[in-house]
């Protein structure tokens, strides 16, 4: 297999690298010692034309950054079968413990540790995750090797199926991020150094070194396979766009708000319930919208709030209660899918969203703008196939869950994990009373929930499970110390901020007060809740990206073109013509049991698919 390295010039046009393909022993790398075999300039016109005709022999491309060269192809017609992501990559190695030695880990900040900033937009606050603390609420083929990359580089792409914790300690030092938030990857991307700019060959040579030395090689690569194909997935999908029907959209908000209003204007429901909100608190002039003036009207009322949140207004008993819920709810509609958002992101009957992969800590993607990640149920029968087509929508069952069972080899949460209901099966065997029970233990166990029915339920999951738990709770130990975890392929935590130390230093030095202690046993608790969550939630990121692979190749060979339209974390929807759906669902199911292969060889997990045909998004759930 060649590699291809695209250098994008700085007037125009680029230059294409032929790399020498490298021996087998070495994984199908390829061979930088003599430089490129062969090196073309391409005007920026012929651009699209000659990728296409190279295209054919398969190579992997290597990109500075997908989301900026993919894009123009895809406009001209042309997709790629593989790449190599080099500023994905890079973030990967830069911290993974795997490779903390390596002379790109160890190296000091340069232009590849600066991330491309989407232009920002009016729904990008809305759509940011920046820590996994958002989350929390109760809450060996060669079709294998094919997904991610060809047969002849299996040995490179895959690796061992041996199984090793996923908790790797270090020493403990100064980092980013404070106490228990970790830093938005988009908020302020990392300034370049000065210098010239990026050496593409140089970059590629620096993050092979680092995989090869690393201490699990062949799971880091299946890792920046999966996470460079993601890339392509992203920028396809916002290409094709989610089939939209903007009618359908405007009809569910007239029902919901009332006809559209004028600019500036509140929808006429919103003005009703204004109203309503004013009358209860007896603040003629109140703007609910103002969430100062809304906490003081509550409080002057007598409402014992400390905030404006849902939960807290909810516990109430007052008139004024049942209008601000109902108010704060299609507020939130309004503002977020309202007009103006179907204006700006519906096009041509399609919904483009900007998915950023690898945007959150754990590798879960985000999104710059468009909220895919937070498409509320009240707007979803606007998702609608096009005549003569149908959307497949599938989620993966109890996926944490399952990934836990997998990672730790406990036999006995195995057996669980084969049923289409792990809770369910968990209440069977008498683990615990019922479904319900058996969700917030598990739940609580993966995201350390410290109190109610969760907490209570740890003792009985700790005696069914002890190898799932355990892991779990290495990894919040670890935590609490301060020291980085890493998923399952090598995906490493961020180290806590400067001012978590401060906390833990002052704690521990002499005559330290009982505040400076309490507060840095909190401190280390909610970091513990963190890289606690880091290693699942993490590895079920890697799951979902290379169930998302392998599906793309297999789509690719069904004809009429069905294709990937919608990815949120566990969930996946095709577009596909009615005449090849069930193959479409066959599909789906075989790339959710590859993905399981890949990451885990041969481990008796069964990771369970819920999968509905279907012509609008709302008859899915």
């Known amino acids: ?163 090793a914790s996923t908790v790797v300690a270090s020493s403990p030092s100064g980092g980013e991020g404070e106490g228990g938030v970790v830093p938005d990857p988009l908020a302020e991307p990392r300034t370049p ?36 194909t993601g890339a392509l997935v992203a920028a396809e999908m916002a290409h094709d766009g989610m089939p939209w029907d903007a009618a359908e959209h405007d009809r569910l908000l007239t029902e919901l708000l009332g006809p559209r209003p004028a600019p500036g204007a509140r929808p006429a429901r919103l003005e009703e319930l204004a109203a309503q909100i004013r009358r209860a608190l007896d603040a003629p002039a109140l703007n609910p919208d103002s969430q100062p003036d809304l906490l003081h009207a509550l409080r002057r009322a007598g409402l014992d709030v400390t905030s404006t949140r849902r939960s807290e207004i909810a516990a109430q008993q007052h008139p004024a209660v049942e209008p601000v819920l109902a108010y704060k709810k299609l507020s939130r509609l309004l503002s977020a ?91 069977d065997a008498g683990t615990v009373s019922s479904r319900k029970e058996a969700k917030y233990g598990m739940l609580g166990a993966i995201y350390g929930a410290t109190t109610g029915v969760s907490a209570a339920l740890m003792p009985r999951l700790t005696a069914a499970y002890p190898r799932a738990i355990g892991l779990v709770e290495a990894a919040a130990r670890a935590g609490e110390r301060g020291e980085v975890v890493s998923t399952w392929l090598g995906r490493s935590s961020p180290r806590p901020g400067p001012s978590w130390w401060a906390a833990r230093e002052a704690a521990s030095g002499e005559g330290a007060d009982a505040r400076d202690v309490a507060e840095a046993r909190r401190r280390a608790r909610d970091w513990g809740r963190f890289t606690r969550n880091f290693v699942v939630q993490g590895t079920a990121a890697e799951w979902a990206l290379c169930w998302m692979a392998a599906l793309r190749r297999r789509l690719r060979d069904l004809p009429g073109r069905p294709h990937l339209v919608f990815f949120l974390h566990d969930e996946v929807m095709v577009h596909s013509p009615v005449g090849v759906a069930e193959q479409v669902v066959e599909a789906v199911r075989d790339a959710a049991a590859e993905a399981g292969r890949l990451l885990f060889g041969d481990a008796p997990v069964e990771f369970a698919l819920d999968v509905a045909v279907v012509d609008s998004y709302d008859r899915a759930t």
């Open 193 to 228: 150094a000065e210098g010239g700019p990026a050496d593409l060959l140089a970059e590629l040579g620096a993050q092979l070194e680092a995989v090869a030395g690393s201490e699990q090689p062949g799971r880091l690569r299946l890792l920046l396979a999966a996470e460079s």
């Open 337 to 427: 899918n309202g007009w103006a958002w179907l204006d700006t992101w519906v096009r041509d009957g399609r919904f483009r969203p900007d998915y950023v992969v690898g945007g959150v800590v754990t590798g879960r993607w985000a999104t710059s703008g468009g909220g895919a990640l937070q498409l509320p149920a009240q707007i979803r029968s606007a998702v609608r196939a096009e005549p003569g087509w149908t959307l497949v929508v599938a989620d993966a069952s109890q996926l944490e869950p399952r990934v836990l069972a997998a990672m730790s080899a406990d036999g006995a949460m195995a057996d669980a994990a084969r049923g289409a209901d792990l809770y369910q099966a968990l209440a």
């Open 1 to 163: 297999m060649s590699w291809i390295v695209v250098e994008h010039l700085a007037g125009g046009g680029a230059v294409l690298h032929e790399l020498a393909p490298g021996d087998a022993a070495a994984g199908g790398a390829p061979d930088l010692s003599r430089g490129p075999t062969a090196s073309v300039q391409v005007a920026s016109d012929d651009l699209a034309a000659v990728v296409a005709a190279r295209e054919a022999d398969r190579p992997r491309w290597v990109l500075d950054e997908v989301a900026l060269r993919y894009p123009p192809l895809l406009a001209a017609g042309v997709r790629l079968d593989r790449c190599h992501d080099l500023r994905l990559c890079h973030a990967i190695l830069r911290t993974s413990a795997s490779c903390s030695d390596s002379a790109l880990a160890t190296a000091v900040p340069g232009p590849w540790d600066a991330r491309h900033a989407p232009e920002p937009d009016a729904a990008a606050e809305s759509d940011r995750q920046p820590t996994l603390f958002d989350d929390l609420a109760p809450p060996e083929s060669s079709d294998a090797a094919a997904s991610l990359g060809s047969a002849s580089s299996w040995n490179f792409w895959h690796g061992s199926g041996a199984r």
